[in-house]
């Protein structure tokens, strides 16, 4: 059976069908899953898209947090199973507490659209399992508050347990430490700000992202995740 | 029984220190440009006002304090500053 993700939509989400597009051309298959469902039984991954969540109001991700759905995210994530949070979706998880940190304005104020070089920099991680560390990855950024910080602190942390998942080769908005992407203790849950779904085809310049979300899929095998409710 | 008194909140909320605030620094960069020399240490933050009903000032203050921390500031990168007060009264008497 095909792996099932479950892409979650909040109003104002906007890359959901390039998400659902993304891995069903991997060969899984995908659903949207809407905000204020209160399930997410049945799938083997989530996938949290980018866009503007509740028009971004007060902060990125600050009201899709209480959003219905984050309560069976938030569960699915403890007992386990894949989470990805892609820009806005990564900005999500970081104010619903599922993953360190915040994301700020850019550094020089500018909304940034590129394709950006990045590195693994962890293999152990739900995106980048089997990926090895120093592959270097062409993936388009697309955000205005993607300027990833942390306390000193919790970078240690971060640095020491290897959950630097991907940084930048040429830090394009000030990222503490050129950090890309992060995943959680459990390295279950991960965030990142670039968009693997729009480097999934030849038409759009690059096939990159398509090597992440082949990992996610790969990583949420139905078998590995068979007590996820 | 008495009924509740209604409070005005302000809460404000700006950047750590430490956390990069660019708003601020493109503004202070940009005074000098409009001949408006000396003002340094800009800070860019917000306001929110509102209203609580309440017993008393303290139940007030505690409430919007639970506002500010769970909603309207990310600790992470922001802190806020929480102002409660009678509320004045306004408008047309009924």
């Given at each position: 059976m095909a792996t099932r993700v479950g892409v979650v939509m909040f109003p104002g989400t906007n890359c959901e069908h390039d998400a659902v597009l993304a891995v069903q051309r991997l060969g899984a298959s995908a659903d949207i899953v809407w905000h204020g469902d209160t399930s997410v039984a049945g799938y083997d991954a989530l996938v949290l898209p980018g866009g503007f969540a509740h028009g971004d109001y007060l902060r990125p991700g600050a009201i899709a947090r209480f959003s219905p759905v984050m309560e069976a995210v938030?569960?699915?994530?403890?007992?386990?199973?894949?989470?990805?949070?892609?820009?806005?979706?990564?900005?999500?998880?970081?104010?619903?507490?599922?993953?360190?940190?915040?994301?700020?304005?850019?550094?020089?104020?500018?909304?940034?659209?590129?394709?950006?070089?990045?590195?693994?920099?962890?293999?152990?991680?739900?995106?980048?399992?089997?990926?090895?560390?120093?592959?270097?990855?062409?993936?388009?950024i697309n955000h205005f508050e993607g300027n990833y910080t942390c306390d000193r602190e919790t970078l240690a942390v971060l640095r020491d347990e290897d959950r630097v998942v991907l940084r930048y080769v040429d830090n394009p908005n000030g990222s503490v430490d050129d950090i890309a992407g992060v995943?959680?203790?459990?390295?279950?849950?991960?965030?990142?700000?670039?968009?693997?779904?729009?480097?999934?085809?030849?038409?759009?310049?690059?096939?990159?992202?398509?090597?992440?979300?082949?990992?996610?899929?790969?990583?949420?095998?139905?078998?590995?995740?068979a007590t996820v409710a | 029984m008495a009924s509740p008194e209604r409070f005005s909140v302000l809460v404000e909320v700006h950047l750590r220190q430490g956390i990069a605030d660019p708003q601020g620094a493109t503004i202070e960069r940009a005074l000098p440009a409009l001949g408006l020399g000396g003002v340094t240490g800009?800070?860019?933050?917000?306001?929110?006002?509102?209203?609580?009903?309440?017993?008393?000032?303290?139940?007030?203050?505690?409430?919007?304090?639970?506002?500010?921390?769970?909603?309207?500031?990310?600790?992470?990168?922001?802190?806020?500053?929480?102002?409660?007060?009678?509320?004045?009264?306004?408008?047309?008497?009924?």
């Open positions: 938030g569960r699915f994530a403890a007992e386990g199973g894949p989470v990805v949070g892609i820009c806005n979706g990564f900005q999500v998880l970081t104010e619903a507490g599922l993953l360190p940190g915040a994301l700020q304005k850019n550094r020089g104020l500018r909304f940034l659209c590129t394709t950006v070089s990045v590195r693994v920099e962890s293999s152990a991680s739900v995106l980048t399992a089997g990926v090895p560390v120093g592959t270097e990855l062409a993936i388009p995943c959680n203790g459990a390295r279950n849950v991960v965030g990142l700000m670039p968009h693997p779904e729009r480097a999934s085809d030849p038409l759009l310049g690059s096939v990159d992202g398509a090597v992440l979300l082949g990992a996610l899929l790969a990583s949420a095998e139905p078998a590995a995740q | 800009v800070r860019s933050g917000k306001a929110f006002r509102f209203d609580i009903a309440a017993d008393d000032e303290a139940s007030a203050l505690a409430l919007a304090t639970v506002v500010a921390d769970r909603l309207l500031a990310n600790p992470v990168i922001e802190e806020s500053a929480v102002t409660v007060a009678p509320a004045a009264v306004t408008g047309p008497t009924a």
